[in-house]
């Protein structure tokens, strides 16, 4: 029963992976998600339903489009396949539960980001926006009867969330009083109060150190390799925040408990 209910929720995940590409393609050029159906972006042909069925399409076309064979990039079955395994992930460390529900439609929004930011700099308001309305919805329903409880653990998830993105603003503004231009977006404002009403105060004190100490190492990396000072602007700030976002939702709370038994 529960292998059935794994490949049942491996091939959800698949199936969600490949809306996702669907979204990275097109959210952060302003286009819309529904029309046109999906085509090749090279020749324009539409692709038809059984060359659309997610990963194996891909393995039995070689990776190329069936038209033009113009070589579909490995993004497409990685976010698929990465999408999967985030599904079963929390299948397997929630359960059937809504605490799943959520960690699944949380890892969606963080996966789309990632790439997206990676991609073309951009952290689509379409995301994070409902992304937010979404994290204080699910902070509402959870863990208890008590309608009180409920507007209580909603109103503080709203409240983390406008914390977070004050933090950001307040680093982007201290950045350009002492740098003179841009280092934050304010979609990095909104990505964080967006792990804010999700995770609450500690996991995204936990993503934000995890997030800015990996994008300072790889940044310094990138440097090393170039032989030149990294532009920190360039560095896709947000891509290491979603990531850290997802490893605190699936492996902070040891490290949270272990570092607030410090205070005790
Ligand atoms: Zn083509």
């Given amino acids: 029963m529960t292998l059935t209910l794994a490949i049942f929720v491996v091939l ?32 324009g042909t539409a692709i038809r339903v059984r060359d659309n069925i997610p990963l194996l399409s891909w393995i039995v076309l070689g990776g190329r489009c069936r038209n033009c064979r ?3 990039p490995w993004r497409y079955p990685a976010v698929e396949i990465a999408m999967a395994s985030l599904f079963l992930l929390a299948y397997l460390r929630f359960g059937l539960t809504l605490a799943a529900a959520g960690a699944a439609v949380f890892s969606f929004l963080l996966l789309g980001l990632a790439v997206m930011d990676a991609e073309t700099m951009r952290l689509p308001d379409s995301f994070t926006v409902p992304g937010i309305l979404l994290g204080i919805l ?12 409920h507007l209580q ?28 231009r841009e280092g934050m977006g304010l979609g990095d404002a909104k990505l964080l109060a967006m792990i804010a009403a999700w995770l609450g105060p500690m996991l995204t004190g936990l993503t934000f150190v995890l997030g800015t100490f990996a994008a300072a190492v790889f940044g310094i ?16 700030f947000g891509s290491f925040l979603c990531a850290a976002a997802l490893y605190a939702l699936f492996a902070g709370r040891p490290i949270v408990t272990w570092y607030a038994g410090f205070f005790r």
């Fill in 12 to 43: 959800f995940g698949l199936a969600f992976g490949s809306f996702l590409n669907v979204c990275i393609a097109r959210l952060p050029r302003h286009r819309s998600i529904v029309r046109p159906g999906s085509a090749c972006p090279n020749c």
């Fill in 138 to 149: 699910w902070r509402g329903t959870l863990h208890t009867a008590a309608l009180l409880i």
């Fill in 153 to 180: 653990n909603a109103a503080f998830a709203l409240l983390w969330a406008i914390c977070a993105a004050l933090i950001i603003v307040l680093i982007r503004w201290l950045y350009y009083a002492v740098r003179r």
């Fill in 221 to 236: 990396a990138l440097a090393a390799r170039s032989r030149r000072t990294a532009d920190p602007t360039k560095l896709a």
């Fill in 70 to 72: 113009w070589s579909i």
